[in-house]
């Protein structure tokens, strides 16, 4: 997508994420400072920079899995708060940087999101699962295999798999190709960054910049320019 | 029914405590030093019974409807007091688990008084002061278990938990596997208790009436409404504690506070206390 086709879109609809002037404490520390960020729906954006800058946090701040901060977060035109956290939880597919996969098969933590009550309609089918396990390079006969056997690159690929299936507006992801061979960081790329849905993702690897609309880096829990793909 | 009852004469009472430096010292020579522990526990003990046995003399007599119900809401607060103590807790759940206590102690004496034993009045304190001590007591332990399971599973299980919420789980579904997990541990000594009771040991308080002077076979029958009346406020304890304490324990985004713990150093003592029980 390019930088203009952004633009376009974002004069027609709310932004996908908005943040204004946010905030992070914990522990005595800041870990973002009034932060301002702006995602257009279907935008990719990639943040990098060096560890310990605050990326995490702005993904997980976004998903309202900090206990304190202050501005405001904005997802898909609605802002993040006590009663819309559940709302905007169901837009959005946050894949940790350690994604849990629980102590059953590869199906069992496939359909683990589709036992709460918010998203049951959506369970998809058998053959959904297999083929969101394909496009990643698992094939089908993952399913009936224990979690607890999987390798770290394969329990990263489940929980993208696991993302994919909720059909979500926005997908943030955090370093989701860091124990991955280049053959499957492409499969993934390719799966994540080629559908309509927005990304906003932590990637230290050039890969993922060399596919993103945007790249913002991240520095001591501030924004230091970014750089829009031509 | 008192007449039957040998009294102890205070210096018979006497020799079991001397008795008991036997063993303490053994165990001391051992290298298990539980002498300091022990001569707290027993002078504890001892001082706490001949008060409660002064207090319900009087209560007794008086036999009036609103000290009785203090007194169960005296004992309540001091159940919960242990309960937060115990499981790791800090005040800030006091209240939501003090109701839960104190909802099921209620609902379950109703049931005792008002439609099993239905003494006149129905607030007898003979009845209802030893019931409602068995039942806080057997609330006390379960709960100490259920809360502990309950909130520590939550804390050293957070991504589990986190990923649940993240996926869009309600917090009550994202809580629930750790609700059945500590439900079960709870409950699993009282039904090991029951499947294995006057096989193994006479229960206390059959023993009770029966040296008391009262026919085994009523005695027997007011084991099981015991028995019964126990288990009944345990599922209803449990839960509701769990699910009262929720609202405190959570923030509104769902994520547990880390002020609902005790801090390492008010967790004194409470190893031993975590096995305390109480008979039934």
């Not at chain 1, 053959?183 to 690897?205: I, S």
């Not at chain 2, 008795?19 to 010292?25: F, N």
């Not at chain 2, 309540?76 to 242990?82: E, G, K, P």
């Not at chain 2, 299980?157 to 990923?163: F, M, N, P």
Request: hydrophobic share 50%.
């Amino acid at each position: 997508m390019s930088a203009r086709g952004t633009t376009r879109r974002s004069l027609a609809s709310p932004p996908a994420i908005r943040l204004t002037g946010v905030t992070v404490r914990a522990a005595g520390r800041i870990l973002l400072h009034e932060l301002d960020l702006s995602i257009a729906q279907g935008e990719k954006v990639v943040l990098w920079g060096p560890s310990g800058s605050g990326k995490s946090t702005l993904l997980k701040t976004i998903v309202g899995g900090m206990p304190s901060w202050e501005g405001e977060v904005w997802v898909g035109g609605e802002r993040l708060a006590p009663r819309t956290v559940a709302a905007i939880r169901r837009r959005l597919a946050y894949i940790p940087q350690e994604p849990f996969a629980g102590a059953g098969t590869v199906e069992e933590a496939l359909l683990f999101p589709f036992q709460f009550k918010a998203r049951r309609q959506q369970r998809p089918p058998r053959e959904r699962l297999e083929a969101e396990l394909e496009t990643l390079g698992m094939p089908a006969a993952f399913l009936a295999a224990p979690c607890a056997s999987l390798s770290g690159g394969e329990r990263q690929r489940l929980a993208i798999a696991r993302a994919l299936l909720l059909d979500a507006d926005i997908v943030l992801a955090d370093e989701i190709t860091s124990a991955l061979d280049p053959a499957n960081r492409e499969r993934v790329l390719a799966a994540l960054m080629d559908r309509p849905h927005t990304v906003l993702a932590v990637a230290h690897d050039p890969a993922w910049r060399r596919r993103a609309d945007r790249t913002v880096r991240l520095e001591n829990g501030k924004l230091h320019g970014e750089t829009i793909r031509a | 029914m008192t007449d039957l009852t040998i009294d102890i004469p205070l210096a018979r009472l006497a020799a079991l405590y001397l008795a008991l430096l036997v063993p303490i010292a053994v165990l001391q020579r051992l290298g298990i030093r539980i002498g300091r522990d022990t001569a707290v526990g027993v002078i504890r003990m001892s001082a706490q019974l001949a008060a409660v046995g002064l207090y319900l003399k009087y209560l007794f007599t008086a036999n009036n409807p609103w000290l009785n119900f203090a007194w169960v809401g005296a004992i309540s607060l001091v159940a919960n007091h242990h309960i937060l103590q115990r499981a790791g807790l800090s005040r800030r759940l006091f209240w939501p688990i003090f109701t839960g206590v104190l909802l099921a102690a209620l609902l379950t004496l109703t049931l005792f008084l008002a439609v099993v034993v239905r003494p006149d009045p129905l607030y007898d304190a003979r009845y209802l002061i030893p019931l409602a001590g068995m039942v806080l007591g057997n609330c006390l332990r379960s709960n100490v278990i259920a809360l502990e399971r309950f909130y520590n599973g939550l804390r050293s299980r957070q991504d589990a938990y986190l990923a649940a919420l993240f996926l869009g789980a309600t917090v009550r579904e994202a809580t629930l596997p750790y609700l059945r997990r500590a439900a079960s541990a709870a409950l699993a000594p009282n039904l090991a208790t029951m499947s294995t009771m006057g096989l193994v040991s006479l229960p206390g308080m059959m023993t009770g009436q029966i040296l008391g002077g009262a026919v085994p076979l009523v005695a027997i029958k007011y084991q099981v409404l015991i028995m019964l009346g126990i288990f009944f406020n345990l599922c209803v304890s449990l839960v509701l504690t769990m699910l009262l304490s929720q609202r405190a324990a959570f923030n509104e985004y769902g994520l547990l506070r880390d002020g609902i713990f005790r801090a390492p150093d008010q967790e004194r003592c409470c190893g031993a206390g975590r096995q305390a029980g109480a008979g039934a």
